[in-house]
């Protein structure tokens, strides 16, 4: 636990189980409302085929966890941590020039 709290650099136990839980509502939040919204915008296995279907879902789902994880982050209070988590994402796939 203490390598963890050290890696991750925060204070308490509890900070661990907090990151955790936003990381799993933000997983599901997303897979949850994605379909709705693709939906919403016709966009199907049948208009797209099932290959188009599911790029543009895991893209839109990629997008939209990036978002939601810093949102929930801050609700959960544990914004710094999820912000430094999503700029570290985001330069290691090459897009350090949004977090700069």
């Known amino acids: 636990m203490e390598k963890l709290k050290k890696r991750w650099g ?3 136990n509890w900070q661990i189980i907090v990151i955790l839980f936003v990381f799993s509502v933000t997983g599901s939040t997303a897979s949850y ?3 709705p919204i693709l ?3 016709n966009i199907t296995t049948d208009v797209l085929g099932s290959f ?3 790029t543009i879902r895991i893209l839109l789902l990629f997008i939209m966890y990036q978002f939601m994880l810093v949102f929930f982050g801050w609700i959960f209070g544990q914004y710094k941590f999820f912000w430094n988590f ?6 290691r796939i090459g897009l350090k020039r949004f977090v700069d």
């Open 86 to 91: 999503e700029k570290k994402m985001l330069r």
């Open 39 to 41: 939906n919403y915008l």
């Open 10 to 12: 925060i204070d308490h």
């Open 52 to 54: 188009g279907y599911w």
């Open 33 to 35: 409302i994605g379909k």
